[in-house]
């Protein structure tokens, strides 16, 4: 699965949506971003932006789903927006060695 790094730093966070549509065009199954884990402040602002953007493809219908990586260590409940792209794809997952790293967020096309 190929990951693109250019949301850690490199693209600014009011164009992480239009990059994550340009990514689109080339894959056809799967991908990986990785984003800033946000150390300083506990939070990251492009990770935030990327997971904004990605829950409006999802509802667009341009993507099938998307999980941050650190959901693998997560008990999720039915309601989490999460739930049913864990367990449709934790198998596939499971040998990625960035599955439960923080600063990853996993996005499976259509």
């Known amino acids: 699965m190929k990951t693109y790094n250019q949301f850690h730093g490199q693209t600014p966070i009011s164009e992480i949506g239009k990059e994550l549509r340009k ?3 080339n894959e056809k199954k799967a991908f990986k971003i990785l984003t800033g884990y946000g150390s ?3 939070t990251s602002q492009s990770k935030g932006a990327a997971l904004k953007s990605l829950k ?4 667009a219908g341009l993507i099938s789903g998307y999980l941050p990586g650190e959901v693998k260590n997560q ?6 927006p999460f739930y049913e792209t864990k367990l449709k794809y934790e198998q596939v997952l499971k040998s990625d060695a960035d599955f439960g790293n923080d600063g990853i967020i996993f996005v499976f096309v259509k």
């Open 56 to 59: 409006n493809m999802r509802k």
């Open 40 to 42: 300083s402040t506990g």
């Open 75 to 80: 008990l999720l409940l039915e309601t989490s």
């Open 23 to 25: 990514i689109l065009i």
